[in-house]
């Protein structure tokens, strides 16, 4: 984010005329919807506002908001946003990229654009699969999954985009999914973090990947299969039946159960947003024996790419004129009378 | 001609051929790549140029930074040309070859002139490097180098004793033999020594005793030539400075001149400057010069990779910046997809690139102009876009002002080819007043342009180009992308209609430049008659000698060399028909021959050097003979 005076706008403010072209019951529906109430509460600029993306079926994100949007080329969109960024600070610029366009082919630009922090928002659209390109599996595709290029199941394995976010870097990392009631919250936090804060934003395909998340998303399994954060507050889910302690002896998580609401007795963690190694270890968590961790995993900012190079720019620049002709005729000049 | 010989040799570098004071004389240092040959040739082309000789450089070395010692493949040489004439090529035979080792005479020899001048290190003929070279027997004992003069004594001994009183150790003593090799080339040239000892006093301002110990090395090289000069086939020799116009001279080479071409165009715009760039051999040169010219307004940034580096340099001149990439061939070819998206979002961008041997890595270090496809032809799609080539280190600093003009001008990325002769060597600068150059000052979008109200990023002004719309502008909000759009507004549209539209838009625009642009001259010669020789890039100095030399000789023979490679000059087709014969040397397999025969069906002829190095001024003129014989 940036500090801007809040300007007023209204939902409506940031449609565009534009013709909304996913599939209907697409999740990018919902999560644009949820973008666009979160830009008026935050008083974002229009003009001072930016999305950038890559190619993709969320890259057609930009379309869709009335702001300034860039859709640029597979998987890039992270090294025009520093340009962008670096060329003009002030701009507020989000990211939005899916799995194959930030995981994939632009897996080298994601990793950079958090180890150098950049200030910008990375909405990263998890619905493990190529959509635009009709369904091929993807890098965050689980094991067997058939599609038209793996017809007898895909062998490789996925990969987990926030570890991968983490790995790289990344200073705020979050989780939400497309149609949750907390993704606007979310998305507030991760403007609110100055430098690169990255969201994987589980989404529903539901031409190629249909209910891949359903097992925690759905009614029937969200009790016992979401585990929202908030920092200061126990890592408890199913009601606060259930909770996250930490086995000390083999660093590692563990479910445990807890009895009449004593979290405490049961070893209950408390969630640190700051805590790097126990952030590590959310994100990690395998989803099955234990719930999908969501919400702000981690959020401890620190001093942005932009901020760095204007700094070093001012200091280099400091008791001296751009003077070019001078410039030309420096080192050793001979004269020819 | 050979200044330091006592017979007159064949093959002139220039001037006048029966004149008993030579014009010019080509030196080449060759030695091992740790041996600090490039730095003694920078340093000997400083002092020349201080001497007021017009001269030109070729530094030729190897890809492997400290290649194993001793070994063909890690010689590195720097050849330099200079004289009281007009020099245009680096030449092409030297007359006196420096070989610090076994590898470097080997693999040098065969260039020299006969009755040319070796000056061979003795030290450092012993049993292992000759081994390493492939010397059965010592050449400097076996007869094996008649036809020339040499001059062999032990410059590791006197490098050695020269510093004994500093009390280096034995590799760090023998570090300095550069420098008393370059006393005696100073020497043999008669040229101050004085720019040098400074030179070595602020560089080694931390540790007095290196710079007092090269100095002394460096005195003892020069005091050698002094009293060697009595025997043997050392002779000391005086040109007198070249004449050229009035005015402040410094040495540039390439990679400076594009680096302060790109300020000055940006100043000429009112714009900052933002460059992305990824290292690369040759390119590399511009991104260090600017990145420490931070106070012109200029960022540099070092991306994750080439296509980073130019997609960075996109994002930047969507934010109002002027954005500039740089790299080679294989890192051009990356930026491939990136460029496209310029195009169709038509967005300012220079693109320089600086051309090796090629395909893949190729030739890293070597040069070619083997790039010309990929500039004009090579994206996906209809793709146009402009190419401009510079023919030599100073004329690098007016072609990167106008990539620069033509980029804002006419919202376009432009492609600038230099190459890896070019963006490496040295010549003589008269600096120019950046007063002098007319300004073209960029005026951004501020309001909407549309009826209502309406913003219509795509509208296009009397050139064809479209706004330029910061990010961030209040009230002007609109999406860009790489989707085909509607003609006006830019909402995505790819109907027939519309496609057809915008394709005929970005085409009739680059066309519309060669409307701009100056009407090719002939540079040499008259308009009409037998023969053309059409070059673009680099091989204007060899091309230029060969046909000043065959003119003298009375032939009818002319020099037509282009700037603007794409679009082409308005008048090119017109002007080469009304020669018998087009012949177009070039460093590849025959590219500008092609895009000539396709753009104007005249019957071009090509002539072709693919070795990664540049033509000689003898093949051009050989090739004039035969073409007119």
């Known amino acids: 984010m940036n500090d801007m005076t809040p300007i007023k706008t209204t939902l409506k403010d940031w449609e565009t005329d534009q013709e909304v072209r996913w599939c209907p019951g697409c999740g990018d529906y919902a999560i644009l919807k949820a973008v666009q109430r979160v830009l008026p509460e935050i008083g974002a600029d229009p003009a001072k506002t930016v999305f950038v993306s890559g190619i993709g079926c969320s890259s057609r994100f930009p379309y869709y908001v009335e702001s300034y949007g860039f859709h640029t080329i597979h998987g890039r969109a992270p090294a ?87 790995g790289a870097g990344g200073r705020f990392i979050a989780r939400a999914y497309d149609v949750s009631k907390e993704l606007p919250a979310v998305l507030k936090a991760a403007h609110a973090h100055q430098g ?53 002896e083999t660093l590692s998580l563990k479910v445990v159960d807890v009895v009449d609401g004593d979290w405490q007795a049961a070893g209950v963690r408390v969630h640190d947003v700051k805590n790097r190694a126990m952030a590590h270890l959310l994100v990690e968590m395998p989803f099955g024996p234990f719930p999908m961790a969501l919400g702000v995993i981690y959020d401890d900012p620190r001093p942005t790419f932009e901020a760095a190079v204007i700094e070093e720019r001012a200091r280099a620049s400091a008791g001296k004129t751009a003077n070019l002709a001078k410039l030309l005729s420096k080192g050793q000049t001979w004269t020819v009378e | 001609m050979a ?54 450089t ?19 040489a720097f050849q330099i040309n200079f004289g009281s004439t007009e020099i245009d090529t680096a030449g092409d035979a030297p007359d006196v070859l420096v070989a610090m080792n076994p590898a470097a005479l080997k693999t040098n020899v065969g260039a020299l002139k006969a009755g040319g001048l070796i000056i061979a290190d003795t030290g450092e003929f012993n049993k292992r490097n000759l081994e390493k070279a492939k010397y059965d027997v010592s050449p400097l004992e076996d007869g094996s180098l008649e036809k020339w ?7 590791s001994a006197l490098t050695l004793e020269a510093v004994k009183p500093f009390g280096l150790g034995n590799k760090e003593a023998l570090r300095c033999k550069n420098m008393w090799t370059l006393g005696l080339a100073l020497w043999m040239f008669d040229r101050d020594r004085q720019p040098l000892i400074d030179w070595l006093k602020g560089k080694f301002a931390k540790m007095p005793v290196l710079a007092d110990a090269n100095i002394a090395a460096l005195n003892a090289g020069h005091a050698y030539g002094e009293t060697a ?67 012109f307004g200029v960022t540099t940034f070092q991306a994750e990779d080439e296509i980073a580096a130019i997609a960075a340099a996109i994002g930047a001149s969507y934010g109002g910046h002027l954005g500039v990439t740089s790299s080679s061939g294989p890192g051009i070819a990356l930026k491939g997809e990136a460029m496209g998206l310029a195009i169709m979002t038509e967005l300012p961008l220079v693109i320089v690139n600086s051309q090796r041997g090629g395909p893949s890595t190729g030739l890293p270090t070597k040069t070619e102009q083997s790039d010309l496809y990929q500039a004009v032809y090579g994206r996906n799609g209809d793709a146009p876009m402009p190419v401009i080539a510079a023919r030599s280190p100073s004329d690098a600093f007016e072609c990167a002002i106008e990539a620069c003009r033509l980029a804002v001008q006419y919202m376009t990325p432009v492609m600038l080819l230099t190459d890896g002769y070019i963006a490496n060597a040295a010549e003589p600068w008269k600096v120019p007043d950046p007063a002098s150059f007319t300004p073209f000052p960029v005026t951004f979008l501020e309001e909407p342009n549309g009826p209502d109200g309406a913003v219509l990023p795509y509208a296009r002004d009397e050139k064809g180009a479209r706004p330029w719309i910061k990010a961030g502008t209040p009230g002007l909000m609109h999406r860009i992308g790489g989707i085909e759009k509607n003609p006006g ?25 060669a409307a701009s642009i100056p009407a090719q001259e002939v540079t040499l010669g008259e308009a009409g008659g037998k023969l053309a020789l059409v070059g673009w890039g680099s091989t204007y100095g060899p091309i230029h000698q060969a046909v000043r030399r065959a003119r003298r000789k009375g032939l009818d023979v002319s020099q037509i060399h282009v700037r603007h490679v794409w679009p082409l000059p308005e008048n090119l087709g017109e002007l080469l028909k009304s020669y018998e014969m087009v012949l177009v040397p070039e460093m590849n397999t025959g590219q500008f021959k092609t895009v000539l025969r396709d753009q104007y069906l005249v019957d071009a002829k090509p002539l072709n050097k693919t070795s990664g190095q540049p033509f000689t001024i003898a093949e051009i003129e050989a090739a004039i003979a035969a073409a007119l014989a």
């Not at chain 2, 995505?492 to 625009?509: C, E, F, L, N, V």
Request: a negative charge; proline letters at 6%; aromatic letters at 8%.
């Open chain 1, 80 to 166: 025009f946003a520093t340009g962008l960024k670096l060329a003009n600070p002030e701009l507020d610029v989000w990211l939005v990229t899916g799995d194959g366009d930030g995981m994939s082919i632009g897996g080298n630009h994601t990793m950079h654009v958090l180890r150098r922090n950049l200030n910008t928002q990375i909405l990263l659209f998890n619905n493990e699969i190529y959509g635009l390109t009709k369904g091929q599996y993807s890098p965050t595709s689980r094991m067997g999954t058939v599609s038209p290029t793996t017809p007898l199941g895909s062998v490789d394995r996925p990969a987990s985009p926030c570890a991968f976010a983490l």
């Open chain 2, 3 to 56: 200044t330091v010989l006592e017979s007159e040799p064949e093959g002139h570098t220039g001037g006048s051929e029966h004149a008993p004071v030579p014009e010019a004389v080509v030196v080449r240092f060759a030695g091992d790549s740790g041996d600090g040959m490039q730095l003694t040739g920078g340093q000997f082309t400083l002092s020349t140029a201080l001497a007021g000789n017009d001269l030109a």
């Open chain 2, 489 to 513: 507004t830019g909402n995505i549209d790819y109907s027939p209609a519309s496609h057809q539209t915008m394709t005929d838009a970005r085409k009739g625009k680059i066309d519309g430049i």
């Open chain 2, 58 to 76: 070729f530094p030729d070395f190897p890809a492997e930074i400290r290649a194993p010692q001793g070994t063909l493949f890690g010689v590195s």
């Open chain 1, 196 to 248: 690169a804060a990255f969201v994987e934003i589980f989404q529903n395909c539901i031409v190629y990947n249909k209910d891949v998340f359903a097992d925690f998303t759905e009614k029937a399994g969200a009790a016992m299969g979401q585990l929202w954060l908030a920092h200061g507050e126990p890592l408890l889910f199913n009601k606060g039946t259930k909770g996250i302690a930490l086995d000390t």
């Open chain 2, 229 to 295: 000069e009595l025997s043997g086939p050392l002779k000391q020799y005086h040109l007198a400075p070249a004449e050229s116009e009035p005015g402040l001279y410094r040495t540039v080479t390439g990679a400076e001149a594009i680096s302060y071409g790109l300020v000055a165009g940006a100043q000429l715009a009112g714009l900052e400057l933002f460059f992305g760039g990824y290292p690369i051999t040759p390119a590399s040169a511009i991104l260090h010069n600017l990145a420490r010219l931070k106070e």
């Open chain 2, 149 to 155: 003069q040499v001059l062999a004594f032990d410059i």
